[in-house]
């Protein structure tokens, strides 16, 4: 017989019929009547499908009340309408057979009330928890949901590559990647020789596919990564990872505007996706992780972004009144309080704030004809602040090398930077969300290592 | 106006009315009659769109005859159909704008017939090539495939760690990931001491996301990985890179033959995809790169994949007469020669061998009760050889624990992939497919550097 999925059953599927259905034991129960109840789950949904086992049954004494939670079964039943209340339908079992049974004395998450930081321990086995499987579920659907949008609107997947040999991307502390010997390092007089490792010289883990993406932009119009990312920074907060997956949209032929435009289509995309395909396991958010989390995406789906200037942004922080911990001058870089103050209390809704100072913004951001700012942007959402930058990319050859040299760098690395602004050069502009701050904000789950399958931190590479 | 892509034009959509259309050139040429044909590309699709600039337009000396391939344009005209052979539709333009001029004495990519070598020289514009646009269409759309085949079958994608601490994997060699500084190793006595690492411990770059996405499905069911793998081998071939990206999917409640059916389903999916949405794509590289890819993917198709265990397969070599360099010995592994027999002569079709020796296969794999072999396959395909290789995997704590010892290996690193046996063990199953070598098998590109955006290949990092 064929496997039906809880998913399906739960929707009447198969109704007043044989089914087989297979997962991990949640919960078992006896009653008085001389039954057992099986809370059973399959990760199909979040919901689990009753069984009815009756004590008659062959294996009953032997293997049926031995069924502690995280035992894996398969279950040959009717599936009929429920009598009892919490669930429409259940499965009154005609055979049960066992895979795996389960010691509930070594099984920490078949316990009520495991602890966040305790999961994380065990990591391997925390998706057979509610919170888990929704988180895992819901990633899912956010990824999936992400190729649908750029796909439907014609970018092409670009695998940019992890390992890289450019001194171009500079942005934070890299991992070095190499085969050296590390009890016996080549060295030429006190330098260590890196023409004898791997790559034949150094070579780092990527911090952004940005530069590699825009190759491919000016040449094929629309482009993104979707990959992961790496920071060797000595962090340890509940909103950094060391091993982090990114989302780097690029687009030929489109500024800023453009930009703040896919950004915020973007963004209510993955919402309403999220709110219409996986609405069980964000009630379940709503219910026990943030009471406010579905009224919020809701408010954000419904909301035009405000857009405003960085500097219109500090005029309003400037004359709010508000006491600031950190100074509101022209130049300064927005800090959390500013962007939160701007998002929940003048606005209460997402803002897109454009065009900062050029001497707080990297390199290849466009100059603007002020010569004081640059085409770059940030989209703020209420409670976690920025959660896509974006730029419009300097085009003209001469104000890119400029601004290079101004920085310090030397040119000579970005030859082939350099070229898509000699070849037919274009206006071009792209952003970059950082996966897992997405999936924060849409589940509210509090730290960012409960939203990746296993956690990169300092000191911390389990699993 | 609201620009119009290239593929959108070719289909007529606007026909007889002003479009606006934004590209860069890939050729211009005078008419006698005073016109300018450009031949205009903005990725969108294989072909080019016609565009006739007459001699009258404003900046036609100025700017439009110094239009050398690579420029960047804007063009408003009408889309009419076309006078001339060879395309069906053309733009009379009213007004080109230059975005960027392109000197033809710098721009490589715009002379006739550049080798494949000297373009992995100049990789961040080969996209503005035929083949190369074509390549990263083709590969865009398998991999779009591959979610929407996982996604419509109830795979969750899962996001395996880049990173790993974990000493499981040892499938060839690994990179090292660290931040120590080379030019003082701490040391303790004569060992490096890598707790003074970024991760507390040695760390290196994964060969494989398998043994992480168990976890998922033994939990959810049904998984899968996406995401890029690592192989410090010193490999200079046409079919080896040290930057790949690998699929591999997971099922709960499934055996070796279930996995079988999902490799021949899943092969299949994507060729019929490719075949239908990438056509023109496909169609150039069967003119101009593999003249049978066409015929090739059509058969595998159509054909039914024969499965036959290695056993079997060894008997079929023995007897066919043919000379191999490689001994056909029960126990020996199959060799390149000896696949390429099996599916272009013997079969003249994809084959699934089944049951390995075990003693050639990875610890992780199900033993067969005839103790001699285990529950492995490996899809065949004509001219590639092996695409896929899984197994269904060893479910059996204890035959696991006497794997894991017999190979020399210590147990207490795969703690948490044997308590997937401990906690409602579950038949499951799984495979692996190298993404490029798809992307080969599916244009007929001979060389995998050719179908990954920027290769990484011993002494080779560049962009």
Known sequence: MKRTYIVEALKGNGIDREILVKGWVRTRRDSKGGFSFIELNDGSCFNNLQIIVDAELDNYQNEVIKLFPGSSIAVTGILVKSQGGGQSVEVKANKVKVYGFCNPDEYTVGKQRVSFERLREIAHIRVRTNTFGAVTRVRNKLAKATHDFFQERGFYYINTPIITASDCEGAGEMFRVTTLDHSAIPK??????????????????????????????????????????????????????????????????????????????????????????????????????????????????????????????????????????????????????HERFLTEKEFKKPIIVTDYPRDIKAFYMKQNDDDKTVAAMDVLVPKIGEIIGGSQREDDLHKLDSRIKEQGMDLAPYWWYRDLRKFGSVPHAGFGLGFERLVQFVTGMDNIRDVIPFPRTPKSAEF
Chains 1, 2 share one sequence.
């Not at 790559?199 to 932009?217: D, I, M, N, P, R």
């Not at 993104?224 to 091993?243: D, I, K, M, Q, V």
């Not at 690029?250 to 453009?258: G, K, N, R, V």
């Open 188 to 337: 030429i007089e006190d330098n260590v020789d890196y023409s004898q490792d791997f790559f034949g010289k150094e070579s780092f883990l990527t911090v952004s596919g940005q530069l590699s993406v825009e190759c491919f932009a000016c040449g094929l119009s629309n482009a993104y990564t979707f990959g992961p990312t790496f920071r060797a920074e000595n962090s340890n907060t509940s909103r950094h990872l060391s091993e982090f997956w990114m989302i780097e949209p690029e687009m030929a032929f489109a500024d800023l505007s453009d930009d703040a435009d896919l950004a915020e289509e973007y963004l209510k995309y993955l919402i309403t996706t999220v709110l219409e395909e996986c609405l069980e396991d964000m009630e379940f958010f709503n219910k026990r992780i943030d009471k406010t989390i579905l009224q919020t995406l809701t408010h954000v789906n419904e909301s035009e972004f405000v857009r405003l200037s960085y500097t219109e942004a500090i005029d309003i922080l400037s004359k709010s009144g508000q006491k600031f911990e950190y100074e509101t001058n022209w130049g300064n870089d927005l800090q959390t309080e």
